[in-house]
């Protein structure tokens, strides 16, 4: 296609549009690099974990939270139960897990206890 046939107009709206994509891809490309930044550093990472608890508790989106608490149980929980290594810098969180995995095993097994004296 000839850029002749075209008119000015036409031609001033194609730039004025290659522009604006150019604009948006600079932009996203400065965001990505940001939170990349952000993700390096171990004190920003931390407060950024627990701004996005502290968000997804008050979103008030029940589907995002049942997803989260989906990837805990799986991924967290699970690794931990398994022995998976995590690092030194995870230690207390795994020594937390190991915790919670051990009360919440013995409140299930109190709780069928119950059950069972329940129905004899």
Request: proline content about 4%.
């Amino acid at each position: 296609m000839s850029l002749q046939n075209l008119s000015c107009k036409v031609l001033a709206d194609l730039g004025r549009h290659g522009a604006a994509m150019a604009a948006e891809e600079i932009d996203h490309l400065a965001v990505e690099h940001e939170i990349d930044l952000m993700l390096a550093d171990p004190d920003c990472c931390r407060a950024m974990g627990q701004r996005f608890f502290e968000e997804m508790w008050e979103s008030g989106r029940p589907e995002a939270l049942e997803a989260l608490y989906m990837f805990l149980g799986q991924d967290l929980l699970r690794k931990v139960f398994d022995g998976c290594p995590m690092g030194e810098p995870m230690q207390p969180l795994v020594a937390a897990v190991r915790t919670f995995n051990t009360a919440a095993a013995r409140d299930q097994m109190d709780g069928r206890a119950d059950d069972e004296r329940e129905a004899a």
